[in-house]
């Protein structure tokens, strides 16, 4: 199986949360923030349900894949 570079990284919640911000620093600051406490909350409610960062991130789809650009 041929596994790109992006599966292979090791998230983090602050490297995943950093990653969003750098994709949607030009929404009106209002945006931004509500962007920002989304991702935050499901990332809280991932590692609530036991699940690592890189599952959360598996679940979510990386930053890169997101439509939020």
């Known amino acids: 199986m041929n596994?790109?570079?992006e599966s292979e990284e090791i998230w983090t919640?602050?490297?995943y949360l950093?990653?969003?911000q750098s994709l949607i620093m030009t929404y009106?600051?209002?945006?931004m923030k509500e962007v920002m406490m989304h991702y935050?909350?499901?990332f809280d409610l991932g590692v609530?349900?036991?699940k690592s960062?890189?599952?959360i991130v598996t679940y979510l789809g990386t930053p890169k894949r997101l439509s939020i650009h």
């Open 3 to 5: 596994l790109s570079k």
């Open 13 to 15: 919640k602050e490297k």
């Open 18 to 20: 950093n990653d969003i």
């Open 28 to 31: 009106p600051e209002e945006k």
């Open 40 to 42: 935050d909350r499901r």
């Open 48 to 50: 609530a349900y036991g």
């Open 53 to 55: 960062p890189n599952e």
